[in-house]
């Protein structure tokens, strides 16, 4: 079964310092991963996917994550955060056959230390 | 302007009253999905649907039902809600097919239920 895992359920870093991330997902085969990110009262945006393409990913809002197929690591980056980056972020995962099924991580709520 | 729609966005409801969330979409897409958010837990799947009476169970499917009698529409049933079932209920929509342009899922605003 698939599954990810967010080490880490709150993060604070300081204006203009890195983001780092992590989500570590179980599967037996490399799955299609994503990143989703809540504001406030929100509905969830999509980031970034990886669907077995380039292993780094770009995405809006100056992020980026890294697909590791040796470290089963999907970990989401930015080089300086921002006040409006606060948020809470989500990783999941879909198989890439068989089901249509999706799988979300617990979520890590970033804050930004002025 | 592209979006997913849900209705209504906040209900109290009592043990055992059937409710209804609506959820509708107007960009034409296949599938449809429910999830439920709840604190320390995330988002996990209620059901899907792939298109026109094609639903199938996500990881969290019992006390809810669905139907997907048009493309557009969506609806989650509570047919006999329990106060386990409070909790953020989010609808989303996305092309059918897989590859990078597919897999991008919309998600609409929310609905916050709480059942007592």
């Known amino acids: 079964a698939q599954s990810v895992t967010q080490l880490g359920s709150h993060v604070s870093v300081s204006e203009g310092a890195l983001v780092l991330l992590r989500c570590n997902y179980s599967s037996s085969v490399p799955p299609y991963l994503f990143w989703y990110v809540q504001y406030p009262n929100q509905g969830l945006q999509l980031l970034l996917k990886?669907?077995?393409?380039?292993?780094l990913v770009k995405g809006i809002n100056g992020f980026e994550a890294e697909f590791k197929k040796s470290e089963t690591s999907f970990h989401l980056t930015k080089p300086s955060a921002h006040m409006r980056d606060a948020a809470e972020y989500f990783c999941?995962?879909?198989?890439?056959?068989?089901?249509?099924?999706?799988?979300f991580g617990t979520g890590t709520r970033l804050k930004v230390l002025a | 302007e592209a979006q997913v729609t849900q209705n209504p966005r906040y209900l109290i409801t009592v043990t055992g009253k059937k409710l209804t969330v609506t959820c509708s979409q107007n960009m034409n897409h296949e599938y449809m999905s429910w999830y439920r958010q709840d604190p320390g837990l995330g988002l996990r799947q209620i059901y899907y649907?792939?298109?026109?009476?094609?639903?199938d169970k996500g990881d969290v499917p019992e006390g809810y039902k669905v139907s997907r009698k048009e493309k557009r529409n969506f609806p989650l049933i509570l047919e006999s809600p329990s106060p386990n079932q409070t909790s953020l209920y989010f609808c989303?929509?996305?092309?059918?097919?897989?590859?990078?342009?597919?897999?991008?899922?919309?998600f609409g605003p929310g609905t916050r239920l709480l059942v007592l």
């Open positions: 649907s792939m298109n026109v009476e094609v639903t």
């Open positions: 989303a929509s996305k092309i059918s097919g897989t590859g990078l342009l597919q897999e991008t899922q919309y």
């Open positions: 999941a995962v879909r198989a890439t056959s068989g089901t249509y099924k999706y799988i």
């Open positions: 990886y669907t077995s393409a380039a292993t």
